[in-house]
Nanobody
């Protein structure tokens, strides 16, 4: 089992920055993927970013968001810059229990086994 606890959400203005953190406990490995998804009201859960030895990003956040991982602290970070109102959503941390061998796997929420409770990010215009 793996437990994930997110922190760092909040209310910011357009153009501001935020850093989300996801602390993992339990059976974790640097070989297993960790990622971030987000869900806005009335919309599906969308892929944001993921990381193992490589990083993967959704098209809408490329160049603005950066995912990183501190394996010693079992923590994944999402640095969000140049935030836009359309970034407003609940952000969820996710972890897999096995390595992904296809790059496409990282984008699929159903392939992640563990989820955090979510943290709200609101960007005002």
């Amino acid at each position: 089992q793996v437990q994930l606890v997110e922190s760092g959400g909040g209310l910011v203005q357009a153009g501001d920055s935020l850093r989300l953190s996801c602390a993992a406990s339990g059976r974790t490995s640097s070989r297993f993927p960790m990622g971030w998804f987000r869900q806005a009201p009335g919309k599906e859960r969308d892929f944001v970013a993921a990381i193992t030895y490589n990083t993967y990003y959704g098209d809408s956040v490329k160049g603005r968001f950066t995912i990183s991982r501190d394996n010693g602290k079992n923590t994944v970070y999402l640095q969000m810059n140049s935030l836009k109102p359309e970034d407003t959503a609940v952000y969820y941390c996710a972890a897999g229990s096995r390595p992904f061998y296809s790059g496409n796997d990282y984008y699929s929420a159903k392939l992640y086994d563990y989820w955090g409770q979510g943290t709200q990010v609101t960007v005002s215009s």
